[in-house]
């Protein structure tokens, strides 16, 4: 897929956004550094940051968000990152 968006995003902390070359967006955030940028292409396994703290709970967070156009998709159900 393609690097649509790495930076911080508003409550998200920073984040990179990947639309997959089957249309998908794939969010992942939590993290604490950004390797991928806007832009680049990734595949399968392409390590897009490093892990962050939650401010508030002291501990190692992240998040995955699967969209399909404006929908949100169950992340188990989605096909992966093409």
């Known amino acids: 897929g393609t690097v ?8 998200f902390g920073r984040v990179v956004i990947v639309r997959g ?3 998908y ?16 292409r990734v595949s399968r396994g392409a390590v897009l940051g490093t ?5 508030l709970s002291g501990k190692a967070q992240m998040y995955f968000l699967v ?3 404006d929908k949100a998709v169950d ?3 989605a096909p992966g990152v093409l």
């Open 21 to 23: 070359d089957n249309g």
């Open 51 to 55: 892990l962050g703290v939650d401010k």
């Open 75 to 77: 992340p188990a159900k």
């Open 4 to 11: 649509v968006s790495a930076g911080p995003y508003r409550g």
């Open 67 to 69: 969209y399909r156009g």
């Open 25 to 40: 967006l794939y969010v992942y955030g939590g993290l604490e550094e950004l390797i991928a940028r806007e832009g680049d």
